[in-house]
């Protein structure tokens, strides 16, 4: 209907903050319809912040400002009420441990099929026989009797296939997962990450995966943002991005994972990794916030924060690294 | 399930007997003829002999034991010396006092209880929170005796709408009784509130920081509708135990309160009782409150295997 229409978010602004600290300063972007976006920074960058603040569900005592338009309302000035009638229905969210984040005391049949009776007008028989289905696309074993199961009789990463259901019950528009399978074992990540690839692209619903691993970018998405210190420092095509990174701590992220070249078998590790550490919200640098840790930084680094410029390919860097002397790595 | 209940059954009857053991043995084997100290210092050794042959007290203690025991589970409690009522009777017209004055006072705890604590835990680092905070701090620390006469000076003295005490019998009037319990029941009701606020705000702010709740939200619910679908019933796991326990602070506080309000209920009758050295009649009746304390014990450990999935499972 309206131009909003085509894309599943735009963010202006977002700032989100409590009392005493600011920990997402001023993210804009873009996320059209079907898109699929990472979010990656160390912890503490404001990723889970951002995604909780775009669903409405901030701790208490943090605030949200800017606007982030959402299928044609902006989520910020909604109300709880109003809110909660689009959560779990045009913007769902899966999290970091599926473990504590389902309910230990109701069925797991419950749990999803209250889901889609809340948000459609469908009969209890029929949500039943929705989340049946649902867990079979999840390639649940046994979908009839998982009805009947509580949370804790079932692995984590059938548990967290029960979240990725959960939140793809109402066909929603756009789906944040926060570090969906942090939490779960190597060997059932590939499969959750796979399951949940498949589910989304089935729908068509835009995607924004939080992560600091960036392999799982790189497999399912197509733009990456990176965070630094609450802000955007680099965001463009993941190929481009992972290839010719522009950021002096893109470039160090990069570097930093390892990979079957830069991980020694004799252990003398040449893993790089990135001097200092994530600086404290409450006493941030003045000027680009990575400039402690850079070694290209320079006096205009120090007082002025760089700006992201526009375009496909976004940096916010007074010095940004050049393609031709970019290693490329990937 | 069913396992679970039969394992908790068998603690109950065991837990029962290692109870009825000990009781017995204390009250009896305490030392010296029960029958003599019964009927005091100056009673000749004829009439201890004839008291302790038509009781059954010089026959062997296992004897007496079983025998007591038999008469317990048939519903005998045993015969008092001096006035040889039957035991059961007299339990069972205390009852109709104490049994509706202990529940009631625990119904009215609860229900204050439970939306107060839901509230002062929503409310948390606000005034109006921290308000309610200090005044369940405060009931916590009054004594329920003292409670109960400022409730009896309130509205027995001053306003005239209730009795200050004593008990109008239900077969007199059912009107009269209710009234007569209604300060009662309000003293220990207030006072155990004030205890029970504090678990419900402590559980319920426990489980408003889980993370469940916030998928609760995040599949739709308004952060109210989340708290009181989700939450509470969480909330209710730990909220069950202490009420279990709190049953055995309820039983104490009914001591009190009969006395305060002049009410011929169960635990004022013991103490009468303990101080006419009435053995048969005090070793019967705290033994009915064990096994209604442990009985309550049992019950909140069934309830629990209800609430909770994960209890049924791994015990």
Redesign the interface.
Known sequence: MTGTQLNALEVKNLVVHNTALTAVRGLDFTLPAGGRMGLVGESGSGKTLTALAL?G?LPMGWQANGTVHHDGVDLIAQS??AL??????TI??V?Q?PL???????RIGVQVS??IR??TNVGKREAESQTIELFRQMSLPRPEQLMRA?P??ISGGQRQRI?IA??LACYPQLIIADEPTTALDVTVQKQVLRILNAAVKDRGCALMMITHDLPIIAAMCDTVAVMYAGRIVEMGPVAEVFRNPRHHYTKGLLDSQPTMDNIALDGSSRLASIPGMVPPLHSLPAGCAFHPRCAAATEACMTRVPPLDDGSRRTACWHPIEASVAMVTA | MAIYALRKLAFFLGAVFIASVAIFLLIRGAGGNVAAVVLGKSATPEAINALAHAYGLDRPLPVQYFEWVRGMLSGDLGRSFRTNESVADLVTARLSVSIPLALSGLILGLIIAIPVGTYAARNVGTPSGALLALVSQIGVAVPVFWAGILLSLLFGVRLGWLPTGGWTDWSDSVWGAIRSLVLPVLSLGLIMAAVLIRYVRSAVLDVMN???L??????????T?ALLK?GL??AS?PLVTIVGLQIAELIGGTVIIETVFSLPGLSRMILANVAAREVIVVQSTVMLIIIFVIGVNLIVDLLYGI????VR?TR
Not at chain 1, 100 to 106: A, C, E, F, T, Y
Not at chain 2, 214 to 223: C, D, I, K, W
């Open positions: 669903m569900l709880d009420r909660s009638s689009r959560r779990g229905r769902s969210m999290f441990d504590s984040s389902l309910d230990p005391v109701r209250s889901v809340r948000h509580y804790h009789e979240m959960m939140a | 889980q993370d469940y916030r998928t609760a939200r995040a599949a739709g619910m308004t952060r509708e989700v019933r969480n796991l609430l909770d999935p994960r499972s």
